[in-house]
């Protein structure tokens, strides 16, 4: 079993609060719009990092981290990107790589808006983390966290941090 702590969005912002709830986590994933490079390498200092860049984001973090990561954790077939869209309305970018590639856990970030979705048609577990950073339309910045074992999600809780 392997315990994930989620987000996206921090867009440069560190809080010591990540460090709290992701102590227990096994690997720290982010969705894009890390915002820095050092913000990076604190979140590495953690725990592993497996991340995609963000549309915000420039360079080192473009050279650093793929704009799709594919990737099998625990036996579940997953996907992360920055831009992704929702279930039904999945972003014209992605929709093909998608499709092809059938994952049965697809995050993303960008909307800076939490929300974790069945697809029926995908057979698929969409997930935003929302926002933790303090740019943006968000008025609580939130993270996740969760457990992968055996081809499952479980255990996944929603994390609001202080509001922006």
Known sequence: MKRIGLLSDTHGYWDDKYAEYFASCDEIW?????????????????????????????YPIRWQYPKTAHFTLEGLRVMLTHIGG?????????RAELYESRPQLFVCGHSHILKVMYD??????????????????HKVRTLLRFSLAEGKISDLEVIELNPR
Request: aromatic share 6%; charged share 25%.
């Open 30 to 58: 982010h969705a894009g719009d890390i915002g820095s490079d050092e913000l990076a390498r604190r979140l590495e200092a953690l725990k592993p990092l497996r991340a995609v860049y963000g549309n915000m984001d420039g």
């Open 86 to 94: 929702y279930p039904g309305r999945y972003d014209p970018s992605i």
């Open 120 to 137: 029926k048609g995908l057979d698929c577990l969409h997930i935003n983390p929302g926002a933790a950073g303090k740019s943006g339309i």
